[in-house]
């Protein structure tokens, strides 16, 4: 069956980093641009950061670019955010999945992670 299991959320003060990690089973990995999102409390889930299949192409929305990398593992069937620089508007759970199409051309997402909880200090 299909599984993507977020790790690595926390409480960190403002300014400090977080890694997160998204391990993925039951789909073919490599072929997926995947994502992460997050919702913050009171508000919409939003796009954070997608790569695609080969790690060549990403998309960050402008909330967190020059702060967040996305990276991906294929041989580990993992995708990474790492997360410096938090923010206490950071603050939201994260949530992995798949995502159909491409970075710039991006579809739905078919699966999806628990969601693992940040929590940036003030």
């Known amino acids: 069956q299909v599984q993507l299991v977020e790790s690595g959320g926390g409480l960190v003060q403002i300014g400090g980093s977080l890694r997160l990690s998204c391990a993925a089973s039951?789909?073919?990995?490599?072929?997926?641009?995947m994502g992460w999102f997050r919702q913050a409390p009171g508000k919409e889930r939003e796009s954070v950061a997608r790569?695609?299949?080969?790690?060549?192409?990403?998309f960050y929305a402008d909330s967190v670019k020059g702060r967040f990398t996305i990276s991906r593992d294929n041989a580990k069937n993992t995708v990474y955010l790492q997360m410096n620089s938090l923010k206490p508007e950071d603050t939201a759970v994260y949530y992995c999945?798949?995502?159909?199409?491409?970075?710039?051309?991006?579809?739905?997402?078919?699966?999806w992670g628990q969601g693992t909880q940040v929590t940036v200090s003030s």
């Open positions: 039951g789909i073919t990995f490599s072929s997926y641009t």
């Open positions: 999945a798949s995502v159909r199409g491409t970075t710039t051309i991006p579809g739905a997402s078919d699966y």
């Open positions: 790569i695609n299949w080969s790690g060549s192409s990403t």
